[in-house]
């Protein structure tokens, strides 16, 4: 028997590797979250209205996620003003996130590091490291962004019970508005870029066009208040529930082989990874949420998403390349969304936090963050002390999809006796856009 | 490893904690992609996928995030002090034990994941006892806190260490508000002295834009509560702020937001304990003789350990901090 580990995968927001095994049959791909990552245990005895910078561990949409958790808790509303504030930070975090990835995709093929400064720029040619460099300008602008409205871009700090913890300076909302038009020009740079010049030529992507996992039910908020809408692998709603059911329909399954448990849908019980059946499993994330077939609300959004559907037909889908298409689907819409939400009227207020009179017990809050679904629910005590805290993370909710694509992109190279380096980068590829 | 006139080696690594200091190096304001000017980036699992055998021939520097947790992020320390000359702990976790520290205030979880081998099936890195801060470990020749670090501390360190005197102006513009052994290293090229921590050199409350007025507030406020967002020290308004036990450099950042400090540049370099610090400083603000007075205003006060050492647990509490060894 064989074995092999591609150490620290790149690109992934927690650091994980895969073993791959080979015993005669087709190899077995483990794919391994190597670090210990248990928030709930951060956050018990904890007070309660620390959660939301505790939390930012995770990402920085938990942080915004514990904060609605805590207005409930509170049995608060906040103030116009602050929700806008919230949301425009969660969609640039959206923008950051995606921006990122992208950056990640162009910079594959070699260091971004390497002196840019001497490479030789083919006129009239779009240029991969002028992309890079595009991208890497506007993930700084959307850093800045973030940090205007969160105080820090990742761990914010300005959610908090009730709102936000102050207002905008007066400097700061033509200098929102610029970014946020900047950030969707380049959007559209980006999208001309990769549907041009990445999709139909195979560039970047060649090694995974043929690799999908599915099909898979997928899992995302519903446009109503509270409630969530599984949909099975063909993309019809199966159930929508509330948002407090989700553990009573979601069981989470530890694997001696990794630190990050795998989320399955309890009803159809928990099947071994190794015998290949998705039936219990579920995704989330940008094509998760694609997945119901339903048109995105902004124009230049919506337009990639009808793009989408001629060149690879309509939704579901389950392949690595309909997965990079929806980033950029939903790059564009956050994109369109921050514009709209930057302007001066909607961030403008005297009242940024409405101030809780007494404490709760319970509260609990899902947001879609730019990684997928996330839902929180904390119980604490009468002094405020958190008892309990339930976390569900877009990186436990994807973890057995992870997994699955890491089998599949293995399988081919090892078939073919290509070398491993091809199978290590056809997985790291297959991941990034999940 | 580099001789003069080559490109510095750098290696960058994150043992447990997030990857927000990883994305911050990313994200220094697109100045990111000049460092290949002055350095050669041997190892960045994260964004360039190299394997460990890539430090075998030396590295210059190496940027250190991350918490201590696993017995992989002990070897990962071990190998990366062996192989480089500077190493560097970036980040509240590598510095001091971050938020994952806090886990050694929870009880010891069930060993639910097992490090047993099995004919086909993966092992995964044991678990330490506690986790631990970077310098718990090995030797750190330098410390660059925060949670995240600042892009302006961040960038000053890799000016001071990588591009060493070599950076053009343009690229100099935080030497102004740096402390003056920094400032120094960056403009001249020279080291700074090791142990330099890229921090401000006083507490935070320096550069807290608040204003303090020296009045008792007797009371205990909880961040939920209704306080002044703006204007008056937090502290002061009975909030507890931890400004006034943390090491500056920020720019009271969290407190120029109207959320109290919670500590993660890690202690104010004239500080033996944050959290004793913490208590000195919150007793300043009572102006109570009656004992039942105290007694419940003390009462009012929870979560005291993971609040005083939120980033700091592994490595400052004086009562839990082991030394390496």
């Not at chain 2, 447990?16 to 990313?26: D, F, K, V, W």
């Not at chain 2, 310098?135 to 591009?163: F, H, I, K, M, R």
Request: glycine share 8%; aromatic share 6%; proline share 7%.
């Amino acid at each position: 028997m064989s074995k092999v580990t591609f150490d620290s995968l790149r690109w992934l927001e927690q650091p994980a590797q895969v073993t791959v095994t080979v015993n005669g049959g087709p190899p077995r791909a483990y794919f391994q979250a190597t670090s210990p990552r248990d928030a709930a245990a951060l956050c018990k005895g904890r007070l309660v209205e620390e959660l939301p910078r505790i939390l930012s561990i995770l990402s920085p949409a938990h942080h915004l996620c514990a904060a609605q958790a805590l207005d409930r808790l509170f049995n608060v509303e906040p103030p116009a003003v602050a929700l806008n504030m919230r949301e425009a930070l969660r969609r640039v975090l959206f923008v950051r996130h995606f921006l990122r990835k992208f950056y990640f995709l162009a910079s594959s093929q070699e260091s971004p590091f390497a002196e840019l400064r001497s490479r030789e720029v083919r006129p009239g040619k779009r240029d991969l490291h002028g992309v890079v460099q595009d991208l890497s300008r506007h993930l700084s602008l959307a850093q800045e962004a973030a940090i205007i409205l969160g105080g820090r871009a990742d761990h914010p700090v300005t959610a908090v019970a009730g709102g936000v913890s102050r207002s905008l300076r007066e400097e700061h909302h033509p200098r929102l508005a610029e970014i946020a038009a900047a950030c969707r020009d380049c959007a559209v740079r980006l999208s001309a870029f990769v549907r041009e010049d990445v999709f139909p030529a195979g560039k970047l992507l060649a090694d995974v066009q043929d690799i999908a996992v599915g099909p898979l039910a997928s899992l995302s908020l519903a446009p109503e208040p509270d409630r969530l809408i599984l949909r099975d692998a063909k993309g019809k709603e199966l159930e929508r529930f509330a948002t407090t059911a989700l553990f009573d329909k979601v069981a989470l399954q530890r694997e001696p082989w990794s630190y990050e448990p795998f989320a399955f849908l309890k009803d159809k019980g928990w099947k071994d990874l190794a015998a290949g059946s998705a039936e219990s499993l579920f995704f989330v994330g940008p094509l998760a949420r694609l997945n119901g077939g339903e048109a995105v609300a902004t124009p230049l959004a919506e337009a990639e998403r009808l793009r989408l559907v001629e060149a690879m037909g309509p939704f579901p889908h389950g392949g690595v390349l309909a997965a990079y298409w929806a980033m950029l689907v939903q790059l564009l819409e956050a994109a369109e969304v921050l514009v709209a939400t930057c302007e001066v009227e909607k961030l403008s207020g005297p009242a940024p936090r409405t101030i809780p009179t007494a404490l709760g017990q319970e509260g609990h809050a899902a947001l879609e963050s730019p990684q997928g679904l996330i839902y929180h629910r904390f119980r604490a005590d009468e002094r405020g002390v958190v008892q309990e805290a339930q976390i569900l993370d877009a990186a436990t909710a994807n973890n057995a999809l992870l997994a699955l694509l890491a089998q599949r992109a293995v399988e081919e190279p090892v078939a073919q006796s290509k070398p491993w380096e091809v199978a290590r980068k056809r997985v790291e590829l297959s991941l990034l856009p999940f | 490893m580099s001789r003069p006139g080559q490109k510095v080696k750098l290696a960058v690594h994150t043992a447990t904690g997030c990857r927000a200091c990883e994305q911050g190096m990313l994200d220094v304001n697109n100045e990111v992609s000049e460092l290949g000017r002055f350095a050669e980036v041997v190892f960045w699992p994260y964004v360039l996928g190299t394997p460990w055998e890539a430090v075998e021939g030396g590295v210059d520097v190496a940027l250190f995030a991350g918490a201590i947790h696993t017995e992989a992020d002990r070897q990962a320390a071990m190998k990366l002090r062996e192989r480089s000359k500077i190493l560097v702990s970036v980040g509240a976790c590598a510095a001091f034990g971050g938020l994952p520290g806090l886990v050694n205030l929870a009880p010891p979880a069930e060993p639910a994941v097992a490090a047993t081998e099995s004919e086909d099936k993966p092992t995964l890195p044991r678990t330490e006892p506690r986790a631990l801060a970077l310098s718990q470990v090995v030797e750190v020749d330098y410390v660059v806190p925060g949670c995240p670090p600042t892009q302006n501390l961040l960038w000053a360190a890799t000016l001071a260490l990588v591009c060493r005197g070599e950076s053009p102006a343009r690229l100099s513009y935080s030497v102004a508000r740096l402390p003056e052994a920094v400032a120094e290293a960056i403009t001249s090229g020279v080291l700074p002295p090791r142990g330099t921590v890229f921090a401000g050199e006083k507490a935070v409350c320096g550069s807290c834009s608040r204003v303090k007025e020296e009045k008792k507030s007797g009371t205990c406020k909880r961040p939920y509560q209704a306080y002044d967002l703006t204007g008056r020290c937090l502290l002061e308004q009975g909030l507890v702020c931890q400004g006034v036990a943390t090491q500056e450099g920020c720019g009271g950042l969290c407190t120029g937001v109207g959320v109290p400090c919670r500590g993660c540049f890690g202690k104010a370099p004239a500080i033996m304990d944050p959290g004793a610090k913490m208590v000195s400083a919150i007793a300043s603000t009572f102006d109570s003789k009656n004992a039942q007075e105290i007694a419940g205003l003390v009462g009012s006060f929870v979560d005291l350990a993971g609040t005083f050492y939120r980033y700091s647990l592994p490595s400052q509490c004086a009562l839990l901090a082991p030394r390496r060894g």
